[in-house]
């Protein structure tokens, strides 16, 4: 079943231009020119019950504001949106109990009150009975592991505990949507790792429909096997994480353990290198001659030890996004990225906004 | 129509219940702050006080101000003490924080849960302590001046009716006001507006004339929020007020609804 329907989603915000200093601000107070963003531009897509999608995309790129429209936060500027057969602006109570959004740099809990006091409230904004709400409580603060933590201020937890309160908060009234921003922006690596492992186990276990966005790679890379990618505003690219590589990236990864120096010229004579310390290299190799590479590698040089590997997505990601917004499009320079995505219009007036 | 009214009466309580879950939150909150509590006490029994002596003042070289005697000007005063109180309790804090709310995108937590935003704000931040001086002196300034002016016992359920339409007009008022917030993102100067105006409410009515009485009771109805309970309670009961205050509480709390949701069409929310 169809759980998210996006056509043709739009969303231009209007700002004012001020010039610097003291006159720019005392002339915009008579006189403003308007300037308009362009954040989503002719979206469209559709996702199933259950999935688990990630948008990817640059700051600025439009990821937060189609999750807000979805969220009935931000009316559209045009565009037609379903969400468990609801439009999200309307605000209707019944669409509201069945989604959540955890915004990774909000805060939804009360900051001087321990967090059972919050998840509390929330028991009574969505009306869950008492049986129900200890039950899921329960479940939830056991997979997290903060039983301990229940009674201490918010304001004293850690980013990390605070997030794994943040999202039991959201997920009280068992939402069958849940929008993620950035739900591990600013944690440590072992809090990251926590949160991705509920996250993913969540989804699995709930069949709760997930739309994440994050910077960090590792997230989508270990919860998405479906992504989205947002740049000025578009969808560029909506399908597998793994044909991603296939499609920006025309190379692989060869690593070398060499048993004696070799000269550089005579390596590059194999790929391009990325990367030498000592006696080991790491050689980028175009897939179509990638089994030739490998046997002339093995035979010309003195190789110890070879192995072949995927170009991480973070790389993928980096070339894809790599360039600055008014050279996409053009004659591609940079090494390994032989397709370059598709052209992007950079009408766009501002950056940043998203 | 039976259905729907008792679905409206489900809304109501639901409303009240969730009400208890807010107040009970925030007075935790507050207890956190205990020296805070004792400041703002203070704070208002002196500023009520202040008033008290103006008008004691005034009182001592007439009279009757517009008709009203001493005794009932303490019951007006205090009215605007109760009512402004029961604000408090109900929604007056939260708008006074919508702006931090609006600029900074928190705003975004209360859209997106099934209670309305403009009750939710309020609830939110119930404060018990903002106004406890004024209330309690109020309370005290009533029960003097009632108790002087000889109205009967049965004058009290209409006064504590008449206070909610006098509260009814005051959120619009309010909601009407705030609804600019969406565009200025502060709300602090529109709150003051709020303020200024309350400080009128404390003088009758009746000493307003011609254009000013008119400009007080339709475009913006403050005059009336005070007055009205207040006569009830003074034994100057006009019906024909009464009728005017509770068509303009309805006329406020319509357009104010109105205004306010098509304002939240332009929340932009704050990038994150």
Known sequence: MEAISVKGLNKTFDYFKKEPGLKGSLKSLFWRETLYHHAVRDVSFSIEEGELVGFLGPNGAGKTTTLKILSGILYPTSGEVTVLGHVPWKREAAYQRQFSIVMGQKNQLWWDLPARESFALNRDIYEIDRGRYERILGELVEIMGIGHLLDVQVRKLSMGERMKCELIAALLHQP??????????????????????????????????????????????RLCRRVLVISDGRIIYDGGLADLAD??????????????????????????????????????????????????????????????????????????????????????????????????????????AG | MKRSGI?????????????????????????VYRANFVLLVGMDLFFMGINVAFFAILYANVTTIGGWTFHQTLILVGSVGLVREAAYLL???????????????????????????????????????????????????????????????????????????????????????????????????LNSIVYTFMETARYPRDIYRGLGKAIFTFVIPISLIATVPASVLAGRLDWGLIALAVIVAVGMMSGATVLWNWSLRHYSSASS
């Open chain 1, 176 to 221: 069958r949507v849940l929008f993620l921003d950035e739900p591990t922006i600013g944690l440590d690596v072992v809090s990251q790792e926590n949160i991705r492992a509920f996250i993913e186990d969540y989804n699995r276990t709930q069949k709760t429909t997930v739309i994440l966005t994050s910077h960090y790679m590792r997230d989508v890379e």
């Open chain 1, 247 to 352: 499609r920006y990236v025309d190379h692989k990864i060869v690593t070398l353990r060499l048993g004696r120096r070799v000269p550089d010229d005579v390596l590059a004579r194999f790929g391009r290198v990325s990367e030498q310390s000592g006696l080991s290299v790491t050689l980028e190799v175009p897939k179509k001659d990638l089994a030739q590479t490998a046997q002339a590698l093995l035979s010309a040089l003195p190789v110890e030890d070879l192995s072949i590997e995927e170009v991480a997505i973070e790389s993928v990601i980096a070339t894809m996004f790599g360039q600055r917004p008014g050279d996409r499009g053009e004659e591609n320079t940079t090494a390994g990225a032989a397709q370059p995505p598709p052209v992007v219009e950079s009408d766009r007036s501002v950056h940043g």
């Open chain 2, 7 to 31: 679905s409206a009466v489900c809304a109501v309580r639901r409303t009240f219940r969730l009400y208890g879950s807010f107040l009970a939150q925030n007075l935790k909150n507050e207890m």
């Open chain 2, 91 to 189: 929604f007056r804090q939260g708008f006074l924080e919508l702006g931090d709310y609006v600029r900074t995108g928190q705003f975004d937590a209360l859209l997106v849960k099934p209670i309305r935003p403009n009750i939710h704000l309020g609830f939110r931040h119930v404060s018990l302590t903002e106004s406890l001086g004024e209330g309690l002196m109020g309370l005290a300034l009533v029960g003097y001046g009632f108790a002087h002016v000889g109205t009967g016992w049965a004058a009290i359920p209409l006064y504590v009716l008449m206070l909610g339409v006098s509260l009814v007009i005051y959120y619009a008022f309010c909601l009407a006001i705030n609804s600019a917030v969406f565009w200025i993102i502060k709300s602090q100067e």
